[in-house]
């Protein structure tokens, strides 16, 4: 394992000041699987007034200090270094009530939430691995270090950082572990919505997260229950071959990776449920699921103290993800003037992701309407080209210089040359808008006289 140099000079001046000090967690995990480590952290038999001490000629960041950490800042990056500790009795599943300085490495390892993360390395001692972390690396197994209910039941958010690392690294969950993160999912109730969050994003971008949204979907729902109805629903309805819940995965899946693609996409179908009927054959429908599914999912992601942001980016997307307008230029532009032309590339990848996700004999005639949607956009769009009333060549002076008072009919006017523009009935060149401009407001003057 080849450790950079700051973490090597931080090891070194630790030792050099009579402790033991190793490099430790993800940052080991991901050496031994090749992996490029994002982080370093690094932990020590050193009290953190002793690694302030002998680590003083560095930038040091202060902070966490009361739970033993010291981060300190080497060439432009962060290094945690952590005292060894004994988490004291947990309390509501989250919180320990007391954190206790230790001298044994292998009492640190045990706090740890999983094998795979409880593995130390420096070039004096090499690995110390006392819970067989190493073999179940190899292996792809997630296990948890000690008994696994009690550690579950000491931090439920562990719960999900098991799902978390399933989901980015395709580890299998071994058993034991698997059946009381089941068990113990309720205990999720008891943690923040802002970690729970945090962690639900990473499970929903992991390139495994198929497999873990499928066996898990009881653990999803103990934070977001509106997913319980969509688990196996059958949608009875040719372009349909799964479940709600199935199809909802694969297209989460199929999505670009990304907080707004993947948010959309796990909530695009979320209103299904309560707006499935069957018609008189039989045949499955969900009028209406698009307008409801945005507000349902506006509420969850504000319940999930998701940002402002976030939140209204993924509204549209739901809004409009069944959407189907014929494939021509006056559409496009039309669709282009609602949502603008970033969401419309989004919106594209997510139709996308949900016809993967449909009924595949009917895949290639679905995918082709979306490339013909795709192929206008860009060639209206190949010179940066938009359709909203700020990227007219005129704007409201351009109208108050032509005689018009300052007020609400600006903007009508406005609207009404987009309108022209989106029709095809005018180009969006100032000479052209200027003449209709005039035109328009000859016709209403003449109207009033
Ligand atoms: P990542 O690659 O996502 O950063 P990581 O394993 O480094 O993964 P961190 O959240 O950065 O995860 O935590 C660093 C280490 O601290 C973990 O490897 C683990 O040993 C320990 N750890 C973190 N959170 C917990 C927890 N809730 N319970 C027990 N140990 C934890
Ligand atoms: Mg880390």
Known sequence: MILPEAVRYIIEKLYKGGYEAYAVGGCVRDSIMGVRPHDWDVCTSARPEKVLELLSSKNIIEGGLKHGTVTVSIDGSLYEITTYRSDGE???????????FITSLEDDLSRRDFTINAIAYNDKAGIADPFHGEDDI??????????????????????LRALRFSSRLGFTICEETSDSI??????????????????????????????????????????????????????????????????????????????????????????????????????????????KGAYLSEKIMKRMKLDNKTISSVKKLIMYHDLR?????????????????????????????????????????KLEYIDRLTGIYKELTKNGERFTVDSLCINGSDLISLGLKPGKRIGMILEMLLDMVIDGNAKNEREVLIAQAKRIIDSECSKTE
């Open 182 to 291: 089941i068990k113990n999912a309720h205990l999720l109730k008891n943690i923040s919505q802002e970690r729970i969050t945090s962690e639900f994003l990473q499970i929903i971008n992991g390139d495994y997260a198929e497999e873990i949204l499928m066996k898990y979907s009881s653990v999803i729902s103990v934070f977001i229950p509106e997913i319980t109805a969509m688990i196996g629903l059958e949608q009875r309805n040719p372009h349909h071959i799964y479940d709600v819940w199935e199809h909802t995965v694969k297209v989460v899946v199929n999505s670009p990776k990304g907080r707004v693609s993947r948010l959309a996409a796990f909530f695009h179908d979320i209103s299904k449920p309560e707006c499935f009927f069957t018609d008189d054959s039989g045949v499955g429908h969900f009028k209406g699921h698009p307008e």
């Open 90 to 100: 947990y309390i509501d599943n989250r919180h320990p009530d007391s954190v206790r």
């Open 325 to 365: 307008p014929e494939a021509n230029e006056k559409n496009v532009r039309r669709l282009l003037s609602q949502i603008g032309n970033e969401a419309f590339e989004e919106l594209m990848l997510l139709k996308k992701a949900d016809a993967s996700g449909q009924n595949p004999d009917m895949l290639e005639y």
């Open 138 to 159: 190899r292996d792809r197994i997630i296990r948890t270090v000690g008994d696994t209910d009690k550690r579950f039941s000491e931090d439920a958010l562990r719960i």
